[in-house]
Structure formats: structure tokens, C-alpha cells
């Protein structure tokens, strides 16, 4: 029974349909925003990461929000395996017994960046011979900019409001801040969907960044100050970007997206929306996606989400997550089998 789906946009599939299944064929990679669903897919971010990515010799511009991006953080490290490990073991190993503040959490949560990042991992990133690294984050305009909770909660529902009518008056609320290494190699340095600014993400600035892009609005505090960009309240980057709709077409290469479903919903405030969904921008994606079958199998019948912090006690969360952990890696060996048997176009589908 497969785990994983492939499902590629009308240009991939093409490319794909006349091509070897390989690595060169790619030169984007994609880390979406959603909390703790990423561990759900863990063993297939490790595949990637150790093994198809392994022996890279040619520009790979990586875009990451959230967990995305902490993700994607453990790629660019000479000993991406062992970040990965670290992050796992920090990430999983949270824990609130009693309700939390969002200094309390922030603070774990610093904690843990710290940790993925290791004594030289923001050097490693920063300065990583082919991996173009970039993490977003967004930056709060009027009642978003305010330090209160009610400001902010009634600066959020504004946004969600407007949101239901155009996705484009989220430039009202919020600034897209794309943080990244190299800007004149970068595809995503130019976005032009959403009001955005870009700034350089630099080893004093990386753990801010990364802190920022995770803070999710009414659950940490804000960032207020990243080295490089101007001082204001930085939030969690899926609020434009949750699971991306971007103009990916331009780009050189193919695009590919490790997901945790074959539909994409374009930023945080479209979660709920069905008839709102990303699809005209990922003509050269690969989008690897689990099957049913798969989530089904899972504790719970699903990947983990936040509502698992209140839902379950710290121990039997805890054990759930690295069950799911451990059980991601059918998803590595089907990947793995594909390659190794080069059966893609047997399983390859139209998105």
C-alpha cells in the first residue's frame, strides 16, 4: 500500500515524464507553516536532507516558514541528521503542565532554536557553499503593531475579516519580511502577490529570525528586534505564507514541496476557507503529500497538531509524537523504493 503521493503541476510533470528522477532536476524547496504536523513527515525531511540532497553541487534557494523554516534550518547544517535529532528531541520534548504565558513559551521555544542550531550551525547556514536559505516572517502594521493583547486580538480579527474578501488586504495588517543569505541569486527576493521586504538573514540575526518566524500571534510574544530589519512586532510567518502561493513559475528548475497534504491553503487566516486554495502557482512543483492510508494509520488517525497541547497530558503527547516519528518512515522508504526502482511515472499525478 503506497504512503506517499506525488503529484506534480503541468510543467513538473512534464520535466519529470523526460527526465531521470534526480536531484539536479531541482533548485527550490519548500517548508510549510503548521505547527507540530511536520513530525507526522519526519523521516522523509531526514531522506531528503541525508540522501537525495546529499551530494547537492548546484544553487538550492530554500523558503520556510514556521517549523518550516527550523526545518529547513537543520538542511543547511554540515550534519543536517544530527540537527534534525536535535530539533526532533527539543520540539517533542516541550512540555506545560501548567497553563503557559507567551513569555513562557517563547522562551522554550528560544530554547530550542538554540539547540537546533548547535555551537556552529548559524555559521554552517550563513555560509553553506549551495543552499540559499530564506525564512519569513511578518511584521505587524496598526492594531498588529500594538504590544496588547486586545490590540492585537482586535487587529487580527480585522484581518481575518478582510481576509474573507481578498487575501491581498492581509497588506493592510501584516508585511512579508523575507529573510535570506544571498538576494541577487534569490527567486523569492522580488515578491510581488503580497507587499513584501527583504533583508539579509546573517549569523546575528538567524536565532531572532528563526524565533520570529514561529511566533504565532496571541501564543509567544512578538519579536521586536531582528539585527538588519527596523524594530517593530514580528509574528509567525504563516500568517501570509501558510502553506505558500507564490510565483514559483519564474523560477529556474523545478520546485519541491514535502507537505503534509496534496491541498494547499495560500496564508494562516485561509485555513478554514474551502473555496480558497493554492494551485495556478505550482506549474513546476512536486508536491510529495501523505495518502490517506497513511494518516489513517497514525495514532489518533492524524498527523500531530497544536490542539495536542491541550487535548493530551504532557506524557501520552509526547509518546503519540515520537510514535509518528518512528512511523514517518514508510513515508523515507517509499520515496527511496521510487527512486530505486525509477517507478515515478507510475505513481506520478496531475495536481
Known sequence: MSSLRFIAGAKAYKTLSENAFKPELFTQLLAASGGPKWIGIAALD??????????????????????????????????????????????????????????????????????????????????????????????????????????????????????????????????????????????????????????????????????????????????????????GHYYDGGITDYHFDLPLAHSKGLTLYPHFYPRMSPGWFDKSLSWRFAKHNYDNALILAPTDAYLQSLPYNKLPDREDFTQLDSDSRIKYWRQSAVMSQVLADDFANVIAKGSLLDRLEHL
Not at 107 to 115: D, L, M, N, R
Not at 116 to 138: P, R
Not at 143 to 162: I, S
Open 46 to 231: 531526514r531522506y531528503l536532507f541525508t540522501e537525495f540532497f546529499k551530494d547537492l553541487n548546484q544553487p538550492l534557494h530554500t523558503l520556510g516558514a514556521s517549523s518550516g523554516a527550523w526545518r529547513l534550518a537543520c538542511l543547511a547544517q554540515s550534519n543536517p541528521n544530527a540537527a534534525y535529532d536535535r530539533l526532533e528531541e527539543l520540539y517533542i520534548g516541550q512540555r506545560y503542565d501548567t497553563k503557559p504565558t507567551s513569555v513562557q513559551i517563547s522562551a522554550q521555544v528560544s530554547g530550542i532554536i538554540t539547540g537546533l542550531l548547535g555551537s556552529t550551525g548559524a555559521e554552517e547556514v550563513i555560509g553553506h557553499q549551495h543552499i540559499n536559505s530564506h525564512y519569513i516572517a511578518c511584521k505587524g502594521r496598526h492594531f498588529n503593531r500594538m504590544g496588547t493583547r486586545a490590540g492585537l486580538g482586535v487587529g487580527l480579527t480585522a484581518a481575518a475579516m478582510t481576509n474573507l474578501v481578498n487575501r491581498k488586504s492581509l497588506s493592510l495588517h501584516f508585511t512579508r519580511c523575507v529573510f535570506g543569505v544571498e538576494q541577487q541569486l534569490s527567486p523569492f527576493a522580488k515578491l510581488t502577490d503580497l507587499p513584501s521586504q527583504y533583508y539579509s538573514l546573517t549569523q546575528a540575526n538567524i536565532h531572532q529570525v528563526l524565533l520570529a518566524t514561529g511566533s504565532i500571534p496571541l501564543v509567544l510574544a512578538p519579536v521586536t528586534e531582528i539585527n538588519g530589519a527596523p524594530k
